[in-house]
């Protein structure tokens, strides 16, 4: 076997891949773009209008066109057995092993599902013992948490998954005093304390999950190539419950393998970084991948929000190579369960995106890097540029129809009544269009049906085929919507409105409400009836070419809410509709997290009314729990004004229950609880000092397994 020199790449062969890539793009854009100009020149003449859509269309064109080479390359890439100058062919996987550097395995979390959190983790930490090659990692868990409930559970749940595991010594929790930085700065925290004692660091988000072959592979990668800097693995979305969260599960599944093997076809080192499921060097990373400052406040200004474009900009600056291994398996993540917690995370990642117009030219940076950055900033851009496109090419069918020799002439074979605009011409256009888009999908497709093994994976050739129509139907409605929620994040942008640091929402909950859906979706769906209304009166023909955008705005609410049902999910997936590889043939880590999710979950339901301040609760009543906490709590001595602001506040707590207390104010009491007398206290500590003498027939373990 030949294996693959990754430190030493071909710089000819790469220019070459890149040369026939943005070649394809422009080939595809220009032939396009001279179809627009010949409707517009024949039909009407070119002035003002129709110059700044032919521009328009120009620039939103070559998205679709870029996407679809990436694509087609993939699927050439795949047809041909896989790219022989990919990350893992650096490694003879069946050859003798080599040794692994220390690796530090963290875990950055803001107030997330502490259950969620470390069982995710005890999953991970088995499966890498199952390796044998425990000895070499350390795992971390990095809390920013600024809920107290959240900090007390995570240090208990810390402590028992230490004990279950024999953990301690290697499993490390640390919680921030000052969330800096968001989750770089957490992560450069890390760094700053404990960076030089590992080789390489693997950074995983709160809901990632990654088998320990997976990080196994990774550590022999880097290993075997001492120029890298960065190892990218492909994440799969899993744990889908609701409809939205399958389909996008299913699309992430069934259409990535086409795209990612096209995108490391044409990077090859000058690969990207996503942010977590990734290997870093960290002594690299801690010398050249500090994020600068940007000139002005927020939101264009100040600390970098998407941090890990410009990481792995800055680590290929300094010579060190990232690459994108998309074909290791075992890495995984879980997506937002709605349509309005995908929103939320686009509005963070907008801003953030947008932040890095100031770095497009920045000094250093590889032109591969820039245009990774460039795509990042067009991803939340093209949406106002499409809005905009559609509103003037309104404005330009009307203007042609009010035109007296324009509106008395019918063209026999006209495509709109009263509009010289011929069906050959259009529809070659049209088609041509639809192509780009389509196709790539179809080409996905493919590689799965193409594959007996994989075909029965996603339930078989037919449900996967009808899967992927629905999922193409509904992605054509949400489409829309996408478009009208990117431009209203851009344009609160550049309005100067920042974003705020919040907890993502990981779990489906009761899915979207009716009060939810209106007051995210009205104006989507008011914009939608006054556009249809108006195209209807003023040109009914029209309405019907524009029907597939305005469909989604119109009916946003009602699709919003059944997307969001957990109830619809399952009914897809009795069906066989939606079906994934990784829930047919469930991975042994996947299978471990869901039961130990659901034993959790059954533990806690007891205690689903004093959930609101459970850690709080935990840590005043249980002694155990008491001490952990105080064992954990920086030692200082407090004057004499504070001694009284403590003791006056221990009164309220106590008196008047944990509700009327600010995240501040709430402390911990637990001698002084169980020596007051009942009446004393208000009715949530009764309620929580009998629900504890119930439980304290089970070890508090059950809680955290």
């Known amino acids: 076997m030949t294996l693959f020199a990754a430190d030493s790449p071909d710089p000819g062969r790469i220019g070459r891949r890149r040369a026939t890539f ?19 020149w024949r039909y009407g003449g070119m002035a003002g209008l129709e110059w700044v859509l032919l521009f328009l269309f120009a620039i939103l064109f070559s998205q679709v ?46 107030n997330e599902d502490v259950s969620r959190v470390f069982e995710g983790l005890r999953v991970i930490y088995r499966s890498v013992e199952a390796t044998g090659h425990l000895e070499h990692f350390d795992f971390f868990i990095l809390s920013d948490s600024n809920q107290p409930n959240q900090w007390i559970q995570e240090e208990v749940a810390w402590v028992e998954l230490c004990k279950q595991v024999k953990g301690f010594g290697r499993v490390f929790y640390r919680k921030r005093r000052q969330q800096i930085n968001k989750k770089a700065g957490n992560v450069a925290d890390f760094l700053r304390r404990w960076g030089r004692k590992y080789r390489y660091m693997v950074v995983l988000d709160a809901d990632s999950l990654m088998t320990g072959e997976a990080l196994v592979r990774l550590v022999r990668m880097m290993e075997r190539n001492t120029r890298t800097g960065i190892i990218q693995t492909a994440p799969r979305i899993v744990n889908g419950e609701t409809l939205f969260a399958r389909m996008m599960s299913f699309a992430n599944r069934l259409y990535s393998p086409v795209f990612l093997a096209g995108l490391n076809y044409w990077q090859g080192p000058d690969g990207n970084y996503w942010g977590h499921n990734a290997i870093i060097r960290v002594q690299p990373f801690i010398d050249h991948c500090a994020l600068p400052e940007l000139p002005g406040s927020e939101p264009f200004g100040g600390r970098i ?22 074909d290791v398996e075992g890495s995984y993540e879980e997506g937002p369960p709605t349509l309005i917690d995908s929103a939320k995370r686009d509005r963070r990642w907008c801003q953030g995106n947008l932040q890095h117009t100031w770095l497009l030219t920045a000094r250093g940076f590889r032109p591969a890097n820039r245009f990774h950055l460039f795509m990042g900033v067009m991803g939340y851009v093209s949406s106002p540029l499409w809005l905009l496109f559609l509103f003037l090419s309104t404005i330009h069918v009307f203007n042609q129809l009010r035109e007296p020799e324009m509106a008395s002439e019918r063209v026999a074979g006209s495509i709109i009544p009263g509009y010289p605009l011929a069906i050959p011409e259009a529809l070659t256009l049209f088609a041509f269009t639809m192509l780009m888009l389509f196709l790539p999908k179809i080409l996905g497709l493919l590689v799965a ?36 929620f990117n431009t209203k994040f851009v344009v609160f942008t550049l309005l100067g409105q920042g974003v705020s640091w919040v907890t993502q929402n990981r779990g489906a909950n009761d899915g979207t409400d009716w009060r939810e859906a209106i007051l995210t979706h009205g104006e989507q769906t008011l914009f939608g009836i006054i556009w249809g209304v108006s195209s209807f009166v003023l040109l009914p023909s029209f309405f019907w070419w524009l029907s597939p955008v305005l469909a989604g705005l119109v009916f946003a609410i009602p699709l919003s809410i059944a997307l969001s049902k957990v109830g619809y999910g399952d009914a897809a997936k009795r069906l066989g509709l939606f079906l994934t590889p990784e829930e047919v043939v469930e991975t042994d880590l996947l299978r471990k997290l869901r039961r130990n999710l659901a034993e ?29 906490h105080i064992s954990l709590l920086r030692q200082r001595r407090p004057s004499e004004e504070s001694r009284d602001y403590f003791f006056q506040l221990r009164q309220r707590l106590l008196r008047e229950g944990p509700i009327k207390l600010t995240s501040k104010e709430k402390m911990s009491l637990h001698e002084e609880l169980w020596r007051r007398p009942s009446s004393a206290l208000d009715g949530w500590w009764r309620l929580a000092v009998r629900q504890y003498n119930v439980l304290t027939a089970a070890p508090i373990t059950a809680l955290y397994r």
Do not use: K
Not at 305 to 326: C, I, N, T
């Open 22 to 40: 943005f070649s394809g793009a422009f080939a595809l854009t220009a032939l396009a773009t001279w179809f627009m100009a010949d409707l517009l």
């Open 65 to 110: 066109a870029i996407g679809f080479m990436t694509a087609a390359l993939g699927y050439y890439v795949i047809s041909r057995g896989g790219d022989a100058r990919r990350i893992t062919n650096t490694v003879d996987w069946d050859g003798e092993p080599v040794s692994l550097g220390t690796t530090a395995v963290i875990m950055p979390v803001f």
């Open 305 to 326: 929000l998407s941090h890990d474009f410009v990481e792995a900009a800055l680590m290929r600056r300094a010579g060190w190579h990232v690459w994108l291994a998309h």
């Open 449 to 484: 049906a193409g594959n007996p093994a994989e075909a029965r994976a996603f339930g078989g050739i037919r449900r996967m085929g009808v899967s992927a129509l629905c999922e193409t139907a509904v992605s054509a409605l949400l489409a829309p919507i996408a478009m009208l």
């Open 600 to 628: 959790c979950y059954q533990h806690l339901q007891p205690l689903e009314s004093l959930r609101a301040d459970y850690g709080l609760m935990q840590a005043v009543v249980d002694p155990y729990v008491n001490a952990v």
